[in-house]
C-alpha cells in the first residue's frame, strides 16, 4: 500500500512538472517543443490517459499554433473529463477562444460565460473570460465591462498575468474614445510599469507588434491575450 501511495505521488507531482515546463514554453513561444513533451505524455498507446490539466494545456498549445481541429479534440476531451467546476472553467475559456478564432461568436460568448460563472475564487480565469466577453460585446456596452474589470484584476495573484490582462484591458479601452482615455492610460501604464519591472516586453506572434517596452508605451495594435514575451521568440 506504502509503494502504491508512493507511486502515485511521484506520478501526480511528475505530471506537475510537466505541466509547469510545457506551460513555460508555451508561454515564451516555444510552441513545437510543448506539443512534443505533451503529446508523448498524452498520446501513449498502451498507458493511461493524461491528466485532463496536461490535456487542456496540449489543447491550449495547440490553439495557439493555430492547429485548431487538434486543439478541439483536446480540449473538449479535458472540458468532458474536468475534475472540478474551476478546472472546467478553464476549459471553456479555452474553448471560448477556439470558437471566436472560427467566427462562432455566439459559441464563444456561452463557453466565455460559463467559465465566469464557474470560475469561483479562481480571479485570473474570471478576469480573462470577463476580458473575452468585453471583446465581443456590442461597443455601447464595451466600456462599462472594462470599468468593472479594471477593479477585478487587482484581485489577480500573478504579476505576470496581472500585467497581462492590464494590457488587454487598455488596448480594448484605446479605440472607445474620449470617455475610455483614462481608463485605457492608467491600464496601460500600469501594465508598463509591470513590464519595466520584471524585465518583460510583450508582444503579439500574430501582429508582431511590440506592446509593452521597458520603459515606454508603444502603439497598441490588437488583444494580447496570446501575447508572448518579445525576446523570447
Same mark, same amino acid.
Request: hydrophobic share 40%.
Given at each position: 500500500?506504502? %509503494?502504491? %501511495?508512493?507511486?502515485?505521488?511521484?506520478?501526480?507531482?511528475? &505530471?506537475?512538472?510537466?505541466?509547469?515546463?510545457?506551460?513555460?514554453?508555451?508561454?515564451?513561444?516555444?510552441?513545437?517543443?510543448?506539443? +512534443?513533451?505533451?503529446? !508523448?505524455?498524452? !498520446?501513449?498507446?498502451?498507458?493511461?490517459?493524461?491528466?485532463?490539466?496536461?490535456?487542456?494545456?496540449?489543447? #491550449?498549445? *495547440?490553439?495557439?499554433?493555430?492547429?485548431?481541429?487538434? #486543439?478541439?479534440?483536446?480540449?473538449?476531451?479535458?472540458?468532458?473529463?474536468?475534475?472540478?467546476? #474551476?478546472?472546467?472553467?478553464?476549459?471553456?475559456?479555452?474553448?471560448?477562444?477556439? =470558437?471566436? =478564432?472560427?467566427?462562432?461568436?455566439?459559441?464563444?460568448?456561452?463557453?466565455?460565460?460559463?467559465?465566469?460563472? !464557474?470560475?469561483?475564487? $479562481?480571479?485570473?480565469?474570471?478576469?480573462?473570460?470577463?476580458? $473575452?466577453? /468585453?471583446?465581443?460585446?456590442? /461597443?455601447?456596452?464595451?466600456?462599462?465591462?472594462?470599468? !468593472?474589470? &479594471?477593479?477585478?484584476?487587482?484581485?489577480?495573484?500573478?504579476?505576470? +498575468?496581472?500585467?497581462? *490582462?492590464?494590457? $488587454? %484591458?487598455?488596448?480594448?479601452?484605446?479605440?472607445?474614445? #474620449?470617455? /475610455?482615455?483614462?481608463?485605457?492610460?492608467?491600464?496601460?501604464?500600469?501594465?508598463?510599469?509591470?513590464?519595466? +519591472?520584471?524585465?518583460?516586453?510583450?508582444?503579439?506572434?500574430?501582429?508582431?507588434?511590440?506592446?509593452?517596452?521597458?520603459?515606454? %508605451?508603444?502603439?497598441?495594435?490588437?488583444?494580447?491575450?496570446?501575447?508572448?514575451?518579445?525576446? +523570447?521568440?
Amino acid at each position: 500500500m506504502l %509503494l502504491l %501511495l508512493g507511486g502515485a505521488a511521484y506520478a501526480a507531482e511528475n &505530471a506537475a512538472s510537466l505541466l509547469d515546463t510545457a506551460a513555460q514554453h508555451r508561454r515564451e513561444g516555444n510552441l513545437r517543443l510543448a506539443i +512534443e513533451l505533451l503529446e !508523448k505524455a498524452c !498520446k501513449q498507446p498502451s498507458g493511461p490517459p493524461c491528466s485532463p490539466r496536461l490535456m487542456g494545456e496540449l489543447g #491550449a498549445t *495547440y490553439y495557439q499554433a493555430h492547429r485548431f481541429a487538434q #486543439a478541439a479534440d483536446a480540449l473538449n476531451d479535458a472540458y468532458a473529463r474536468a475534475e472540478n467546476a #474551476a478546472e472546467r472553467a478553464l476549459f471553456a475559456n479555452d474553448l471560448g477562444n477556439l =470558437s471566436a =478564432s472560427r467566427g462562432r461568436k455566439d459559441e464563444a460568448v456561452r463557453f466565455y460565460e460559463e467559465a465566469r460563472a !464557474k470560475a469561483g475564487g $479562481n480571479a485570473a480565469i474570471a478576469v480573462s473570460a470577463g476580458l $473575452n466577453l /468585453a471583446r465581443l460585446a456590442p /461597443a455601447p456596452e464595451r466600456l462599462a465591462r472594462l470599468q !468593472k474589470l &479594471a477593479a477585478e484584476i487587482d484581485t489577480v495573484a500573478d504579476v505576470h +498575468e496581472r500585467g497581462r *490582462y492590464l494590457l $488587454n %484591458l487598455g488596448s480594448q479601452a484605446r479605440p472607445l474614445g #474620449a470617455p /475610455a482615455l483614462q481608463l485605457s492610460y492608467q491600464s496601460l501604464d500600469r501594465a508598463r510599469a509591470i513590464a519595466a +519591472e520584471r524585465g518583460d516586453r510583450w508582444c503579439c506572434p500574430r501582429c508582431g507588434v511590440i506592446v509593452i517596452g521597458d520603459t515606454t %508605451l508603444a502603439l497598441v495594435v490588437g488583444i494580447t491575450r496570446h501575447g508572448r514575451r518579445c525576446d +523570447e521568440r
